[in-house]
């Protein structure tokens, strides 16, 4: 007879573990109290590309980026822009429930609050399960400061419904969530200013991403503040102050909306965890490499569990907690999980930051390929490039950032090779089409090797 298992959440790790344990031969119950798909595809990563897609767009024709087509008065249709990204939300939300309907997976739109590793309260009723899977996600991480209750003061969801394109915006916080919005309201015309607490943007990335990142955006008029302290929001007459503390001296900006961006935590509270003893860390529950809490039975994967959040990196760890449960084994590097920040152009990250590669004592070398010297993107008139970080003893390959278009899919290479510990001599040796993006990874392989 098959396990039966619980599935608590129903965003990207959730639905990911459903289906993959259905696979096996589980029976399979997913709760999910809100909307299927979760953030990452009702308000978070689906509706903010849609709209970034957009913003390039218009952003590309009032410049006339391409070469040979002139396009005059090029208006922003902002509530069809909004119609876009509901379409395909709603597409994409449609598609995961038919999957989870094709995979005989049975479905509440109930709260769930598991009672033991092989117990869940949903709704009223108590379901008696082999497994249980919490895949509940993160929510907006709150910021306490005065002036927090102004109408102005928003956050990531309130950011994506706005009514109409705000002429300024305050964003406080420069990490991916700011950077992109940064990105796409800036291509829409508000003015855009930056205030981040660390010394750069993106602090969690490559220090070149970061520095190229800030001149790109400094560059399309937005106003970047890094080593500054937010003081507060106030309203004043007819517009919105904000202060912070920058060099010794403190400063202000008017907004329109002042957007806060100051990351995501884990979505933990009401579930009942503490009361089960369930170990946490700082609100994060504490897992193994399977994704086994310290409750028989009780597993958790995705952004509730604070190791990699990101949806990508949720999927896949539902899916091996699915594996674990169902007896087949397997596992996870969470060393090699892309990070993508959907900017124009698009910064992709896998591996080690050559910092960090260098504080892990491992003698490296560096290769930094300009991608002006890159067909396709000389044709396409973009910029950027691409750093490989390897071990200089073996040449293995220990981290990869691209700046430029496509990175977002090139990373992808770049994970591969790492996964199987692949060396810069692999990716030299591999052929890689003419002309294209990605022959810069070749060519950048090259000049680590100086050839």
């Known amino acids: 007879m098959g396990k039966k298992l619980i599935v608590i959440g129903g965003g990207p790790g959730g639905y990911s573990a459903a289906v993959k344990a259905a ?11 809100g909307s299927i798909g979760g953030t990452c595809l009702n308000i978070g990563c689906v509706p903010t590309k849609s709209l970034l897609y957009t913003a390039g767009f218009y952003r ?3 410049r006339n980026a391409v070469p040979g087509v002139k396009i005059t008065g090029a208006e922003l249709d902002w509530p069809d822009a909004q119609r876009a990204k509901a379409s395909a939300v709603k597409r994409l939300a449609n598609g995961v429930n038919a999957l989870l309907r094709s995979c005989g997976v049975t479905v509440y739109n109930e709260k769930a609050v598991p009672l033991s590793g092989q117990s869940v309260r949903i709704g009223a009723e108590t379901h008696k399960t082999d497994a249980v899977i919490l895949a509940v996600g993160s929510v907006n991480a709150p910021l306490n400061f005065p002036g927090t209750g102004l109408p102005c003061v928003i956050d990531s969801t309130n950011a994506l419904a706005l009514e109409r394109v705000p002429k300024s915006m305050v964003i406080v916080g420069g990490g991916v969530i700011g950077v992109e919005f940064a990105a796409l309201y800036s291509s829409l015309g508000s003015k855009v200013t930056i205030i981040e607490l660390t010394p750069s943007l993106l602090p969690q990335m490559d220090a070149d991403i970061s520095e190229y990142i800030q001149a790109t955006l400094e560059a399309d008029g937005v106003s970047v503040h890094t080593n500054s302290r937010l003081i507060n929001a106030k309203h004043v007459q007819d517009s919105n102050i904000v202060s912070f503390f920058k060099d010794r001296k403190t400063l202000s900006a008017a907004a329109d909306i002042v957007l806060v961006a100051t990351g995501r935590r884990p ?28 409750i028989p039975g009780l597993y958790a994967a995705g952004d509730c ?25 397997s596992s996870i590097n969470n060393k090699i999980i892309p990070n993508c920040v959907y900017t124009s152009p698009e910064i992709a990250s896998v591996g080690l930051t050559e910092n960090q590669a260098i504080a892990s004592g491992a003698d490296v070398r560096v290769g930094l390929f300009d991608l002006s010297g890159n067909s396709r993107a ?22 990869v950032h691209i700046a430029g278009s496509y990175a977002s ?23 890689h089409a003419h002309p294209s993006v990605g022959e810069s990874m070749r060519e950048t392989a090259m000049r680590l090797l100086r050839e």
């Open 267 to 294: 979505n933990t509270e009401g579930l009942n965890l503490e009361s089960i003893g369930v170990k946490m860390t700082r609100g994060a529950i504490d897992t193994d490499e399977c994704f086994r809490t310290n």
């Open 305 to 329: 569990n604070g190791k990699t959040m990101l949806a990508h990196a949720a999927m896949a760890q539902g899916e091996t907690a699915a594996e674990h449960i169902m007896s087949v084994k």
């Open 23 to 33: 696979h096996l031969g589980a029976e399979v119950i997913l709760a999910e109290s």
């Open 60 to 62: 590309s024709a009032l």
């Open 409 to 431: 899919e090139l990373i992808a290479e770049a994970a591969l090779c790492m996964s199987m510990e692949g060396t810069v001599e692999d990716i030299v040796n591999t052929v």
């Open 378 to 399: 000389v044709i396409e008139g973009s910029g950027g490039f691409v750093k490989i970080i390897a071990d200089k003893r073996l040449n293995e390959v220990l981290g």
